[in-house]
Nanobody, 126 residues
Framework: QLQLAQSGGGLVQPGGSLRLSCAVIDTLIDYYAIGWFRQVPGKAREGLSCDKSKAEPLYLDSVKGRFTISRDSAKNTVSLQMTNLKPEDTAVYYC????????????????????WGQGTQVTVSS
């Protein structure tokens, strides 16, 4: 069972930045596509971005230009750098993994991912 460990998140003022990280445990991250998602209570989980190493990362339009996904194979980690954060970015953020061939073809689609991180709260508020 693939395990993912998330770190980062917290409280930030509007316009601020945060970095989320997702570490893959006990196997090589390069075998997997990694997606980032977020969810607010009462709403469906929203796919933000995904990366599968040798392809261009994909982004949801509402975060394009503000969020950047990056992969560090040496650290077995994929990060999501979030800038110019807005109150509407407040949510629980999740990373997820799927085999390279199975995901990240048309954005981050929740049903393509089988392994999930524990989630981390991001709150954007003054």
């Amino acid at each position: 069972q693939l395990q993912l460990a998330q770190s980062g998140g917290g409280l930030v003022q509007p316009g601020g930045s945060l970095r989320l990280s997702c570490a893959v445990i006990d196997t090589l991250i390069d075998y997997y596509a990694i997606g980032w998602f977020r969810q607010v209570p009462g709403k469906a989980r929203e796919g933000l971005s995904c990366d599968k190493s040798k392809a261009e990362p994909l982004y949801l339009d509402s975060v394009k230009g503000r969020f950047t996904i990056s992969r560090d194979s040496a650290k077995n980690t994929v990060s999501l750098q979030m800038t110019n954060l807005k109150p509407e970015d407040t949510a629980v953020y999740y990373c997820a993994a799927a085999p390279l061939w199975a995901a990240c073809k048309d954005g981050a689609q929740e049903n393509e991912y089988h392994y999930w991180g524990q989630g981390t709260q991001v709150t954007v508020s003054s």
